[in-house]
C-alpha cells in the first residue's frame, strides 16, 4: 500500500505562487507514474500533470493545456515526494488538488480511473 499526503496548499493572491507537495509512505514510489489532478466546486476532477519514473535518460512529463508554462510537476526519489510548482495563479486555478501514483512506470495517464492511489487532497484558492 501507499499512502500519500499533500500539502502547500493555501490562499494567495491573483499572480502569486505556490508549491505543492505530495510525501509517499508505505513504498517507495519512485517506479510509479505520479500525478496531479483537482477538482472545483460543481466540476468534475481533471488531470492537471503527470510525471513518469526517472530514468537514465531523465522523466517525461504532461501537461494539461490550461497549466502549461505556469505549472511544473518534479519529484525528488530521495525524499520519496513529488511537487506541482505552481506559478502565475489565476482565480480559476481555485479547486482542491489531488495527488496520484499509478504502478506503471513509463505510461502516462490522464484518467483518474488508472491510478492506484490518492492522497486527501490539498485547498488552493486563488483571490481576485
Known amino acids: 500500500q501507499v499512502q500519500l499526503v499533500e500539502g502547500g496548499g493555501g490562499l494567495v493572491q491573483d499572480g502569486g505562487s505556490l508549491r505543492l507537495s505530495c510525501a509517499a509512505s508505505g513504498r517507495t514510489i519512485n517506479n510509479y507514474v505520479m500525478g496531479w489532478f483537482r477538482q472545483a466546486p460543481g466540476k468534475e476532477r481533471e488531470f492537471i500533470a503527470g510525471?513518469?519514473?526517472?530514468?537514465?535518460?531523465?522523466?517525461?512529463?504532461s501537461y494539461v493545456d490550461s497549466v502549461k508554462g505556469r505549472f511544473t510537476i518534479s519529484r525528488d526519489n530521495a525524499k520519496n515526494t513529488v511537487y506541482l510548482q505552481m506559478n502565475s495563479l489565476k482565480p480559476e486555478d481555485t479547486a482542491v488538488y489531488y495527488c496520484?501514483?499509478?504502478?506503471?512506470?513509463?505510461?502516462?495517464?490522464?484518467?483518474?480511473?488508472?491510478?492506484?492511489?490518492w492522497g486527501q487532497g490539498t485547498q488552493v484558492t486563488v483571490s481576485s
Open positions: 496520484a501514483a499509478k504502478s506503471s512506470s513509463y505510461k502516462l495517464a490522464t484518467s483518474g480511473g488508472e491510478y492506484d492511489y
Open positions: 510525471i513518469t519514473a526517472i530514468t537514465w535518460s531523465g522523466s517525461r512529463t
